[in-house]
């Protein structure tokens, strides 16, 4: 009861505030002036960021290393292979002005592409931290501005954004510092461009994220179709882009020069990453004159939009945020779409009750877009590098480095399954934690529970891994036999991380945490994480690569350095032979054990 009544007088209170559209004498005087509002939202920021960060070194201790020692690692092979990129063009290209415009168009492509993903991942943070935190609520009863509500919430978006844009930047800006041998102005000027771009793009999504919240409780199924229609003639433009794209040799002058052509839209004058490619490069080329000259071009641009941002979150946070809290969805009784039928009504092998346990997770996922969307978009990306891999056409001297492709690319496609298990499998049975004693009125057991947190797994992944793993074999045209290969690996990697990820999400349950974020990033997850890494790696070299070893080794078209046919030991033609029947059992064995210790400990736990 002191729940409902807090919101309901917190809601009272956000609607007497309402009344006030422009600030007048009598309310402003109120507020206290926004420079001391300024220092206590900064106070305030700073001991909650202190806080955890102790709370992390002393909790989390584990999954700190582990991120600083595999992020660290990675981040040195990334300056290692971007600094061999481009040593390869200076030396393999041999002129002077087609290197300089290779790697000016390596700069665009690579500062526009995170632009967008800065742009989206931005919006949803910002619409999280706006209109879902808990602490938002609270802040709207207060009497603070809702300019300064926006602005710390635009800087926690920042922060979040810009340390992984730097990370990601920083690899290809010293690699290409230390073959140019730049000298010391590129490095001290290197953060602050990086820092100042970052604003632009997040002010791109908070401009989104506020015009999306104040108009689509209206425009809902405007959107809606809108939308659709972009999407249908973005997908024509692509495929129609594809279609033109050089399809010579692989890697000479001609072809060099016809896919810089096609990426000719990354150096229009008017987009924020050419600025800030050109800046670099400029201060990289010895031009301290254009670089200052554009780094204070991306500082104006950047304090100018956050300024916009701010003038229309003054006019719109407020009623974007009340018509979000207040609009009342529209539920309805006995109607399920396609997908809902197909669980409850095609899966007739499960019990009744765990379909209505899988299908409430399915409902549960789908309908928090904020859960699901950056996962999409990573997918999404990655079909698109699947559909541009038929632009690269090798002779048939050059079959084996297709084959290494594919199979990085089921590779690929497993992390991405890892990172999701992680991400969605693992926190589901903390997540029930707070609604437990519904369950527990039920007469369902603890081990059907868990069935059904494993079933919805299953409902979710095989079939999008399926796809995108066809996707890149058949645009790669390899073996039938390949195909099967990967599809087999790809299925064992299913079953054997959704397994892992229900056992240990049963094992390790955090029931005070209310965020699947803050569960996944806890020490369950980050050993959900390591044991599913490691798991796939010894699954994909048992079950995919030995098909592409006796591939290569069968053939007579190897490697332009190797002329004869590789003899192979007995071993390896047992590890050949035998190595998708051993993966098929390591698979069924890391299941088992890991949902034997999962279940054995939730049927003991007591709330």
């Known amino acids: 009861m002191n729940d409902v009544s807090m919101s309901e007088n917190q809601f009272a209170a956000m609607a007497e505030r309402s009344r006030f559209t422009e600030p007048t004498r009598e309310n402003a005087i109120a507020l206290i002036s926004p420079r001391l509002e ?251 004159k254009d670089g200052v000259m554009f780094f204070l071009l991306i500082l104006a641009n950047a304090l100018f939009l956050q300024w916009c941002c701010v003038q229309l979150a003054g ?72 559909l541009n891999l038929r632009r690269f056409y090798y002779e048939q001297f050059y079959f084996a480095w297709v084959n290494l492709v594919s199979f990085l690319n089921v590779a690929v496609v497993a992390l991405l399954l890892t990172t999701f298990t992680t991400r969605f499998v693992f926190p589901l049975i903390s997540l029930e934690g707070p609604r437990f004693w519904v369950l527990g009125l039920m007469p369902i057991s603890r081990r059907a529970i868990l069935w059904s947190k494993l079933g919805f797994a299953l409902v979710l992944c095989p079939l999008p891994c399926a796809v995108l793993v066809f996707l890149s074999d058949a645009m790669l045209n390899v073996e039938p036999y390949v195909f099967l290969a990967h599809q087999w690996a790809m299925f064992l990697c299913c079953l054997g991380l959704t397994g892992i990820a229900v056992g240990l999400g049963a094992r390790f349950p955090n029931f005070r945490a209310f965020s699947a974020a803050r569960i996944a990033s806890g020490f369950g997850g980050t050993v959900n994480l390591v044991l599913s890494t490691f798991f796939i790696l010894v699954i994909l070299v048992l079950a995919a690569l030995p098909v592409h070893i006796r591939m290569i080794a069968e053939s007579s078209f190897l490697l332009p350095t190797v002329t004869a046919r590789i003899s192979l030991s007995p071993l390896v033609v047992a590890w050949l032979t035998y190595g998708p029947v051993l993966a098929g059992l390591t698979t069924l064995l890391t299941m088992v054990v890991s949902l034997y210790v999962g279940m054995r400990h939730f049927e003991r736990l007591e709330f």
């Open 315 to 386: 006019k719109i946070y407020q009623p974007a945020y009340l018509a979000l809290a207040s609009r009342l969805e529209k539920r309805a009784i006995r109607r399920q779409n396609l997908f809902d039928r197909l669980v409850l009504e095609e899966f007739r092998g499960i019990p009744l009750f765990a379909r209505q346990l899988i299908l409430k997770d399915i409902r549960l996922f789908r309908r928090d877009p904020v859960q699901w969307s950056q996962l999409l978009v990573f997918v999404g990306l990655l079909v698109f590098y699947f």
């Open 38 to 288: 300024a220092a206590l939202f900064r106070k305030v920021l700073l001991l909650t960021a202190r806080t955890l960060v102790r709370q992390t070194l002393s909790q989390a201790w584990f999954r700190v290393w582990l991120v600083v020692i595999l992020g660290g690692g990675l981040w040195l092979g990334l300056l290692a292979l971007f600094a061999e990129g481009f040593q390869f063009l200076e030396t393999t290209i041999p002129y002077a002005d087609l290197v300089e415009q290779t790697v000016r168009y390596v700069f665009g492509t690579f500062f526009m592409a995170l632009t967008i993903m800065l742009m989206i991942s931005g919006a949803i943070l910002l619409h999280s931290g706006l209109f879902r935190a808990p602490d938002t609520a609270f802040l709207m009863t207060q009497p603070v501005r809702f300019e300064r509500i926006f602005l710390t919430k635009y800087a926690e978006t920042v922060l979040l954004s810009s340390w992984a844009f730097i990370i990601l930047s920083t690899p290809l800006l010293l690699g290409y510092a230390q073959v140019v041998k730049a000298d010391w102005p590129f490095y001290v000027a290197m953060v602050p461009y990086l820092v100042s771009f970052v604003y632009i793009p997040a002010a791109g999504g908070a401009f989104v994220c506020l015009l999306l919240a104040r108009f689509i409780p209206k425009l809902r199924r405007m959107l809606i179709v809108v939308t659709i229609v972009v999407a249908v003639v973005g997908l024509f433009v692509l495929f129609q882009w594809i279609s033109r794209l050089p399809r010579n040799q692989f890697l000479n002058v001609q072809w060099l020069e016809r896919t810089l052509d096609r990426l000719s839209i990354t150096q229009f004058r008017l987009l924020p990453s050419w600025w800030l490619a050109s800046g670099l490069l400029a201060m990289a080329a010895g031009n301290y």
